[in-house]
Each structure stands twice: as structure tokens, then as C-alpha cells.
């Protein structure tokens, strides 16, 4: 029996954020809030995945913008890389 991949994420995503809304109905006390929408059910559960995506996302373009340098390190020239360069065939 083989899962799909995608379907695996899915439960997982969907299984967290459950488990992340039974922790948030008994840790989060829901008299007192911070600001306007902030006592809503489950308002934490989403700050979190969106702020986590948000971070991933950053990540990635920071690293593909700024850390991933393609320069020869002879010449110092920007050298573009080519699909199936660097394997045996």
C-alpha cells in the first residue's frame, strides 16, 4: 500500500492544527486579550501557520537571493549552471 505524498501533508497539516486548537482551548485563557480579535477561537492556531509559512518563504528568498553564489572560484566570473552538469553521463 503506497500513500500519496500529498495526502500525508495534508493529514498532518490537518492533524496539527486539531492538536493545536485543543491546546489552545485549555492553555489560552480567553477572558483577557492583547487586542481586537485576538480572543477569537482559534485566532493563535492561525497566527502561527501563517507565521510560520511566512518564515519559510522568507528564508527561501533570502537564500536564493543573497546566499546562493554560482561565481567560479578561479575567476571569479558568475557561471550558470547546466542542467545534468556534475553527474556521470
Excluded: Q
Amino acid at each position: 500500500m503506497k500513500i500519496d505524498p500529498r495526502l500525508a501533508t495534508a493529514l498532518v497539516i490537518v492533524v496539527g492544527i486539531g492538536l493545536s486548537a485543543l491546546a489552545e482551548l485549555y492553555l489560552v485563557d480567553h477572558k483577557e486579550f492583547l487586542f481586537e480579535g485576538s480572543d477569537l477561537l482559534l485566532f493563535w492556531v492561525g497566527f502561527g501557520f501563517v507565521g510560520c509559512v511566512a518564515i519559510v518563504v522568507l528564508s527561501k528568498w533570502v537564500g536564493h537571493a543573497f546566499l546562493m553564489k554560482h561565481n567560479d572560484p578561479y575567476t571569479g566570473e558568475h557561471v550558470e549552471a547546466e542542467p545534468g552538469e556534475g553527474s556521470d553521463g
